[in-house]
């Protein structure tokens, strides 16, 4: 029997919910994407809210700003990655708020990792240092995620850049700030091809900076969440 479209319309809402009275859970919310325009193309990034909670809420607080518009990208290195966010187009460093905690464990046992596309923050070499800006992985960039820390208090043995050591205290490999990489908050779904040219920009030397500036200044005209 084929239903009529007003039946269909009444039957389709009940239905609904019945799925979420039997699974008791409503259908998942989409992540937060956010669209960059930029003056070499437009890009967009899902935001991984719920797998970097600090992170992404501190970056989705400067979108809502508008903190990243007229901001540029400064630091452009071809088969590593793009970085932007922190400078005006007079090189000129904006002020932000405060720095927030370090939570790249917390996403890489969520699997977000820096590879080809990811979105993870800057940041000095101390770990709790990120504000404003970051950076989009154009390769795959394991170098930069947290390293795994075995089981144990003390670990009986620690593998790190070819030396081996034995039954370390567990808290002096987990506070040890290289060891704690680059927090990945996100990954671009869409206009990547805008972000490998980026990428591929001739640079040199501008404003503070003694290389790796794009000699074409590459602008973020404008920053906005459009999902959900």
């Known amino acids: 029997?084929?239903?009529s479209r007003r039946a269909l319309a009444r039957f389709l809402p009940a239905l609904a919910l019945s799925l979420v009275a039997l699974t008791g859970q409503?259908?998942?919310?989409?992540?937060p994407q956010v669209k960059f325009v930029t003056s070499e193309g437009d890009f967009v990034v899902e935001v991984a809210a719920d797998k970097a909670p600090k992170t992404a809420a501190n970056f989705l607080q400067y979108v809502r700003d508008g903190f990243y518009d007229g901001t540029i990208f400064h630091r452009v290195i071809p088969n590593f990655m793009i970085q932007g966010g922190g400078f005006d187009?007079?090189?000129a460093k904006k002020p932000t708020r405060a720095p927030i905690a370090h939570e790249g464990r917390v996403a890489l046992a969520h699997g977000l990792k820096n590879v080809v596309g990811s979105i993870a923050?800057?940041?000095?070499?101390d770990p709790n240092s990120a504000t404003s800006q970051f950076f989009i992985n154009v390769a795959n960039n394991a170098q930069?995620?947290?390293?795994p820390i075995p089981d144990g208090d003390p670990v009986p043995e620690f593998h790190y850049l070819g030396q081996t050591y034995k039954n370390v205290p567990r808290a002096n490999l987990v506070?040890?700030?290289?060891?704690l990489g680059y927090t990945v908050?996100?990954?671009v779904v869409s206009g990547m091809d805008t972000v490998e040219k980026i990428s591929h920009l001739a640079t040199g030397a501008a404003g503070p900076f003694a290389s790796d500036v794009p000699k074409t200044m590459v602008v973020i005209r404008s920053a906005r969440i459009i999902q959900p």
């Open 185 to 187: 908050f996100g990954q």
């Open 121 to 125: 923050m800057a940041r000095t070499a």
């Open 89 to 91: 187009e007079h090189y």
């Open 175 to 179: 506070s040890n700030p290289q060891l």
């Open 26 to 31: 409503p259908a998942q919310a989409a992540e």
């Open 144 to 147: 930069l995620d947290p390293v």
């Open 1 to 3: 029997m084929i239903c």
